[in-house]
């Protein structure tokens, strides 16, 4: 009972006490309770049977309860760098994509080096739309900014008998409003389309146009490439009087074999580039038809 009374008192004291060396200061002794060493005052009171009998520890008690919850804290140090860091890099990037928009020429026609046609990264309006890749053809007589599509080879239009019963949708390779911002640039813009035709009509002045093209704001227009005067049913051949039928305004609108075609530039730079192709009149066995359309193509400085 008295050793486990002791052990106790021992405990409690070296609780008090600083743990690296044991010595604890009370009043004005100072003491080593469990190694009272010759010279030292020892407290009789509080070790009074000396180092050489020391208890045994006592058990230890039972588990502690479980503490409070401690306050929500604030966001740790490292979380909030790598917020501003991520911060910094975004504002960076964005300066970076100024930089390259305001730095990029607004055409091919603006980069002085014109030694290598190839593709080139151009922005026509800085302000308001990305930069963005064009093919600069230099080898041309005036530099061409070039903007391909999904459609650049000639397709046969399937079999289908009413006007206008087959669609083809053109996608470019690039935004349209990018587009829109190097027509905007560009002294002027021209594609190229053209139906190569076996009995098969694009205008027909009896009954339904047979075919149109579709223009950047998806308006359907019925003049073909060529016709300068932009007059509705009229092809190249129709304007200058030189259709294989003279009566007819296209090639193609003769509506027999052999095969004929019809072709030319579309140059309205408010209607380009073409965004659709509209044909019919193809069911017969006896019946084809071809088409095929150019990239945008622009040129000079605005
Ligand atoms: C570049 O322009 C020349 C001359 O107009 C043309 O023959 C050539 O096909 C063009 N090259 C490309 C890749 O568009």
């Given at each position: 009972m008295y050793l486990k009374f002791l052990s106790m008192l021992s405990l409690i004291l070296g609780a008090l006490s600083q743990p690296d060396d044991g010595r604890s200061c009370l009043g004005n002794t100072v003491y080593n309770y469990f190694y009272g060493s010759e010279g030292q005052t020892v407290n009789p009171n509080l070790?009074?049977?000396?180092?050489?009998q020391q208890g045994k520890p006592g058990k230890i008690g039972p588990r502690g309860n479980k503490g409070e919850k401690g306050p929500k804290g604030e966001p740790g140090q490292s979380d909030n760098t790598a917020r501003e860091l991520d911060k910094m890099q975004s504002e960076l990037d964005e300066l970076k994509a100024k930089f390259q928009a305001f730095s990029a020429p607004p055409s091919c026609d603006h980069i002085s080096n014109k030694k290598y046609s190839g593709t080139y990264l151009i922005s026509p309006d800085p302000y308001q739309v990305a930069p963005f890749y064009a093919f600069c053809n230099f080898t041309s007589a005036e530099t061409e900014t070039v903007i391909e599509h999904d459609t650049m080879e000639e397709m046969a239009v399937p079999k289908c008998a009413a006007a206008k019963c087959f669609r083809r949708r053109i996608r470019y390779s690039v935004d349209m409003d990018q587009i829109v911002a190097l027509i905007e640039r560009s002294t002027s813009c021209r594609q190229y389309i053209k139906y190569r035709c076996r009995a098969s009509v694009i205008f027909y002045d009896t009954g339904p146009d047979y075919a149109s093209w579709v223009s950047r704001d998806g308006t359907q227009i019925h003049y073909w490439g060529g016709a300068t005067s932009r007059r509705s049913g009229y092809c190249a051949c129709g304007e200058t009087g030189?259709?294989?039928?003279?009566?007819?305004?296209?090639?193609?609108?003769?509506?027999?074999?052999?095969e004929t075609s019809d072709e030319g530039y579309l140059t309205d730079k408010d209607a380009l580039p073409v965004t659709g192709l509209f044909f019919g009149?193809?069911?017969?066995?006896d019946e084809f038809g071809w088409h095929t359309l150019g990239p945008l193509i622009c040129s000079g400085r605005q």
């Open positions: 070790n009074p049977i000396g180092p050489q030189t259709c294989v039928d003279s009566n007819k305004k296209c090639n193609c609108d003769r509506n027999t074999a052999p009149d193809t069911d017969g066995s």
